[in-house]
């Protein structure tokens, strides 16, 4: 018997597929172009393209609240996007501290076993593990307020078994 997908598979593997396609373009990139090339090239392409995302989800969401409130409902809306599952492990009135507890971006290099491309020498190979996260997180905060740092603490990539990022005032 033939099976018909559902809305929550469709959308499953819609993410699933565009995780596989960018870590995939992000892989022959980096094995032509080395680290330093694809990251320069990576953190350039976020810069140009994320302010139109950043602007369209401000509107759809309209955050209200202090800079934190805001800064964490944006997470929370983002990553309904995007798949990524954060655990908020610290807030106060000028941070916001997260773990995410699930990474499809991750997982689609797991699946496709790309190790060469996830850690060289211990250090990760992988932009979006820490430049990417780090640059789009930082991009949708920005808006909220130019003064956030953001920091990470654990990272995948690194041998940690989840990452840990953290926004501040």
Same mark, same amino acid.
């Given at each position: 018997m033939q099976k018909e997908l559902t809305k929550d598979e469709i959308d499953f593997f819609r993410i699933q597929m565009l995780y596989n396609i960018s870590n995939g373009w992000s892989w022959?990139?980096?094995k032509r172009l080395g680290p330093q090339k694809i990251i320069e090239a990576e953190l350039e392409m976020w810069k140009d393209l994320m302010p139109t995302a950043v602007d369209l989800l401000t509107?759809? %969401?309209? $955050?209200q609240g202090t800079d934190i409130e805001k800064a964490k409902h944006v997470l929370t809306q983002v990553s309904k996007i995007s798949g990524y599952v954060p655990e908020f492990l610290e807030e106060t009135s000028e941070l916001l501290k997260w773990e995410y507890t699930l @990474? $499809? *971006?991750?997982?689609s290099m797991i699946m496709m076993n790309l190790e060469d491309y996830l850690s060289i020498d211990g250090k990760p190979a992988k932009v979006s593990c %820490?430049?990417?996260? #780090?640059? %789009? *997180?930082?991009a949708y905060f920005e808006k909220i307020n130019p003064k956030? #740092?953001?920091q990470h603490f654990k990272l995948r990539p690194a041998g940690d078994n989840t @990452?840990?990022?953290q926004i501040s005032l």
């Open positions: 022959y990139a980096y509107q759809l %969401i309209d $955050p @990474c $499809p *971006n991750w997982d %820490i430049h990417g996260c #780090t640059a %789009i *997180n930082k956030f #740092t953001m @990452c840990v990022f």
